[in-house]
């Protein structure tokens, strides 16, 4: 057999097995370049997939701090560029894959005739780009999500057509802000008019539902299995690794290594979480679900990454909190809730903790995406370099509750798509806009429209 037909047979069987599976455990792998490195190929390598995903921010920012102070291209060089505003300044090491944008709306989350209910309208809508029914009862209405019309597109192509996380527990129904039903607040995701998708808040179950095997409760069987045994996820299928490894080249057997490292200490955080003893018993804290807000995000982007490296989706959306969320941050000495203090009337000490809460946010969304940047694809590029990573609220000033010149964010140059590494001012245009032009990064067929879109975005 030649080195044609030996790279060729290996190819096979790896597209056959694109992720180990066993009765107790299924474990999605990420891309292994020499996997796919058949001389008919050389050149044109093995197409590495774009990823979309929808970050969610509450209670929009404070504008002053938000926006750089240069417009137009930043140096390649992160240290010969700009420096970015107060609040996106953790962003400096992955400034040149960031594309700031100004000049967006979201103009469906206005008052009109509805009156009060800004918070709920503006979770609402945002991926919707519809005006939403004003009602606290079952007949709620709002309309497809981009994420959804997208995945209804491209889904088939991966093990789950999307991925729906949150850090808050989900309330399902009652009024949540002035007359407006919960589910408007709670969820970003719907997959037609009057039908949400719920996300998951709770890590553990992200993982199992990765990386676990079988239904629901079978699932459930096999934790509680591996938990009796004191087994990780990674015992179950040791052999088809070390079987794989020696099929692979040196950079991709560090590449295996690296990742099945990385499972392992994901999954051992997980554990450590759901060991840690309820400080009050009066509440039934959900299994998993670590007590700590910044460990809660950082799991939660990771359970993202490893979905986009393993391809097990493409498309995802994240809130990091609820629309309206008046948590306290207790972490950075903010006791204080977060939409109490958005409403801080100008002054100038209530300003400075709003800032600092935003400043923590866009902390841990720098966090993922030095992470994604860190992490090869199949090509060789960043995971980062294929993704599109937005990053957004619904609300602009949470003051005054506008929602024009939204603080928006997009990470990432959708496998070559978008040009990242600059300031966009913009001119007024929907939200919308902008999502026609990443769907047709996405590679299904082409939208005539979404929402209040008006075209795309230039």
């Not at 990765?210 to 015992?235: C, M, T, W, Y």
């Not at 051992?268 to 700590?292: F, H, M, W, Y």
Request: overall charge neutral.
């Amino acid at each position: 057999m030649n080195e044609h037909d030996k790279l060729a047979a290996r190819h096979s069987a790896f597209s056959r097995r694109t992720f180990f599976r066993t009765a107790g455990a299924c474990i999605a792998l990420p891309a292994f370049e020499s996997m796919f490195a058949l001389p008919a190929m050389a050149g044109s390598g093995k197409a590495a997939p774009t990823r979309m995903a929808y970050v969610y921010v509450p209670n929009g920012t404070i504008p002053g701090s938000w926006w750089p102070s240069t417009v137009g291209s930043w140096a390649t060089d992160s240290s010969q560029s700009p420096a970015l505003s107060p609040t996106l300044a953790p962003l400096a090491k992955v400034q040149k894959h960031l594309q700031v944008i100004s000049g967006l709306t979201d103009l469906s989350a206005e008052a009109g005739a509805d009156g009060a209910g800004d918070h709920a309208r503006a979770g609402g809508t945002f991926l919707t780009a519809v005006r939403v029914k004003k009602t606290a009862g079952s007949d709620i209405k709002a309309g497809v999500s981009i994420d959804q019309v997208v995945a209804g597109q491209i889904g088939h192509l991966t093990r789950f057509s999307s991925l729906e996380l949150t850090c808050d527990a989900v309330r399902k129904a009652g009024d949540c802000d002035s007359g407006y039903a919960c589910a408007y607040v709670y969820n970003l995701s719907w997959r037609s008019a009057n039908q949400p998708l719920s996300p998951e808040h709770n890590p553990r179950f992200v993982f199992e539902r990765l990386f676990g095997a079988g239904s629901p409760r079978e699932r459930v069987a096999n934790l509680k299995r591996r938990q009796q045994e004191q087994h990780s996820i990674l015992d179950y299928v040791l052999e088809d690794a070390g079987r794989l490894d020696r099929q692979l080249d040196g950079r991709d057997r560090a590449k295996l290594d690296q990742y099945l490292t990385s499972v392992r200490e994901i999954e051992q955080r997980i554990q450590t979480s759901e060991r840690l003893p309820i400080r009050n018993p009066a509440v039934d804290a959900p299994v998993g679900v670590p007590d700590d807000y910044k460990e809660h995000i950082a799991l939660m982007f990771d359970m993202l990454l490893l979905a986009f490296q393993t391809d097990s989706t493409r498309v995802a959306t994240l809130m990091l909190a609820r629309e309206g969320s008046n948590r306290s941050f207790n972490e950075i000495g903010i006791a204080e809730g977060h939409h109490n203090l958005t409403h801080h009337k100008n002054d100038p000490e209530i300003i400075a903790k709003v800032q600092q809460i935003d400043h923590w946010y866009i902390q841990r969304f720098a966090n993922f995406l030095e992470k994604m940047d860190a992490t090869k694809d199949v090509d060789g590029q960043s995971l980062l370099a294929h993704s599109m990573i937005l990053y957004g609220s619904g609300n602009a000033d949470g003051n005054r509750h506008t929602h024009d010149n939204l603080p928006i964010l997009l990470a990432g140059s959708g496998g070559g798509h978008l040009a990242a590494g600059r300031y966009v001012q913009a001119k007024e245009q929907p939200l919308a806009n902008l999502f026609l032009t990443m769907s047709d990064a996405m590679g299904g067929a082409e939208l005539a429209s979404h929402g209040d879109s008006t075209g795309r975005f230039a």
